[in-house]
């Protein structure tokens, strides 16, 4: 598929990544420029283009991807320590990737906020 996004090509094995955690519904793979020592995005297998265009059905899986957050920053050694979550819609928004993902950032201590 021609448009497909490179996160796409990533959970189908056409490029690699590095995976943390994979279920039916999504997977983690951490960030190639990490923002904070642990950078972790965790990202549905359906190519969702982003928060703005999530549909009435994917309601249990907006749910699961919070879940899955929590999974991960435990697995991650940050639930203790605290983490930041950010989700970038559109452009003003920073979204570079048109696939939703949620960005799992900890390790250090992070300052402000909307940024690592
Ligand atoms: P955003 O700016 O919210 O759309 O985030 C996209 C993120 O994807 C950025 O933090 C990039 O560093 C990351 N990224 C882009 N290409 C890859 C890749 N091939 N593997 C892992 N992370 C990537």
Not at 18 to 40: N, S
């Amino acid at each position: 598929m021609a448009d497909k996004t490179i996160f796409s090509r990533i959970i189908d094995g056409e490029i690699p990544g590095t995976f943390v955690y994979q279920d039916e519904h999504c997977v983690a793979i951490r960030d190639i420029q990490p923002a904070a020592p642990v950078h972790v995005m965790v990202i549905p297998r359906k190519p969702i283009p982003s928060i703005a265009h999530l549909e009435p059905e994917d309601h249990a899986l907006a749910g699961h991807l919070l879940m899955v957050v929590k999974k991960v920053a435990q697995q991650e050694g940050l639930a203790e320590r605290g983490y930041r979550v950010v989700i970038n819609v559109g452009d003003e928004g920073g979204q570079t990737v048109p696939h939703l993902h949620v960005h799992v950032m900890g390790g250090r201590q992070l300052t402000g906020h909307g940024t690592a």
